[in-house]
């Protein structure tokens, strides 16, 4: 039986400036009980940025309807993550 391959998702989020922007899961990190995603831009605001690739690291959370969240992480959070992410 061939392996089926999922279609990446697109997750929306807003930057700072107040614009959305598309991007998808690169990988999901489990780290002290919680997931994490890498989220990389969508080709086309990718291309907008300077060095032509733009990734994100956002802790998951689920709301009370059942939807999955991307939230910052806390600082030790992000350090944590990102050391096992660049082991990867």
Do not use: S, W
């Not at 899961?25 to 080709?43: D, N, R, S, T, Y």
């Not at 600082?75 to 990867?88: G, L, N, P, S």
């Amino acid at each position: 039986m061939a392996e089926e391959k999922m279609e990446a998702v697109p997750v929306i989020i807003t930057g700072p400036d107040g614009q959305e922007r598309e991007y998808v899961e690169e990988k999901v990190i489990p780290f002290a009980g919680e997931k994490f995603a890498v989220l990389v831009a969508l080709p086309d605001y990718a291309d907008q940025v300077e060095d032509g690739l733009d990734i994100i690291l956002t802790k998951m959370v689920t709301n009370e309807n059942g939807e999955v969240e991307y939230i910052p992480p806390t600082d030790k959070e992000f350090e944590a993550v990102a050391e096992i992410y660049e082991k990867m």
